[in-house]
């Protein structure tokens, strides 16, 4: 069970090293395949309802939508993706240990309280402590089994002594409202169902340290990227542009991910405060990617370090990468910095 998402993932980044090389054009356009997660409302969301890729890529763009990054790193291995966003660090780092050229070319956002650990009240758990023993659901290998393996660490309680039942998002809602699970480990859009359906917050991310947290994360393969500079830098420059109007223009980004996302506004909005959202400027900053001799010790790459680290120790992947040189590329975002 361990290792088969893994090689699952294995597979999957391969056909991504492969095919993402030889993507066709149309209309003498870059044919360009942007996956993402279901992640909740997002500034991203802005960049497809306004067709920034589009515009700022000169491609042929279509997207595809996952609901965790493990789902889509299992259909990567029969489709082609240019680049997939909204991914979290573990299923990267899983990638990586396994010697594939995953590059994150932008760091999207850092959750803070748009996902955590949320349980019944009358299940009695009311701290990470009292897990022990317990059952949790979580999409294992995604950026919730570091989570949880770090939650579990602080408050000294045997990562095994805690039942994992792996399901995906959309089964933590059903399984709730049954009683199959008193508690979950999950992101927006789920985790504030939960909340909403009564559950209580017992951890949030936020609560993690900057250089360990959970990042949402856009990537592609490094050698393509190398070999696509410009569409690359249209790529972040339309995330930057979507960020920008998320700040300037609130109320249509809001109108905006509420309808990519299909609820309401005020649902929409409660889900973006749970980010501490990222500009183009910001991926050559200490506190995301940094840049030049600085990329070593910024908190998206300690975050890879840290994160390798934690699935090493509850054997999630067997040895750490030596390095994540090549796994942190804060050029593509060089000229949006101020």
Known sequence: MKKQWFQAATA??????????????????????????????????VSMAEHLFERHMNAD???????????????????????????GVPPLVAAISQGLPMTIVYNQERY??????????????????ALKGKKIAIVAGSQASFELATFLAQAHVPYASVTQINMAPPQMRTSWVTGAIDAAIVWDPVFSAL???????????????????????????????????????????????????TQTQRDHALADMAKETGVTVPVA?????????????????????GTGAGVKTSATYQTLVNTAKVLNQIGRIDSVPASFDNNVAPQYSQHLAH
């Open 112 to 129: 803070t309280n748009a996902a955590g650990i949320v349980v019944k009240p009358e299940s009695g758990i009311d701290s990470v402590a």
């Open 195 to 245: 909340r909403e359906a009564g559950g209580k917050v017992i951890k949030t991310d936020g609560d993690l340290p900057r250089e360990a947290s959970s990042y949402n994360v856009c990537i592609a393969n490094a050698d393509w990227a190398k070999s696509h500079p410009e569409v690359v830098r249209g790529f972040v420059a339309a995330l930057d542009q979507g960020y920008q109007m």
């Open 61 to 87: 763009v279509q997207y595809k939508m996952f609901s965790s990054g493990p789902a889509a790193m299992s259909a990567l291995a029969s489709n082609s993706l240019t680049f997939m966003c909204g991914l």
């Open 269 to 289: 909005t409660s889900e973006l405060a749970g980010y501490e959202l990222f500009s183009g400027a910001d991926q050559t900053t200490p506190k995301v990617m």
């Open 12 to 45: 999957a980044l391969l056909a991504l090293c492969y095919v993402t090389s030889g993507m066709v054009h149309a209309a003498d356009k870059q044919q360009v395949i942007i996956g993402y997660e279901d992640n909740g409302a997002d500034p991203y969301m």
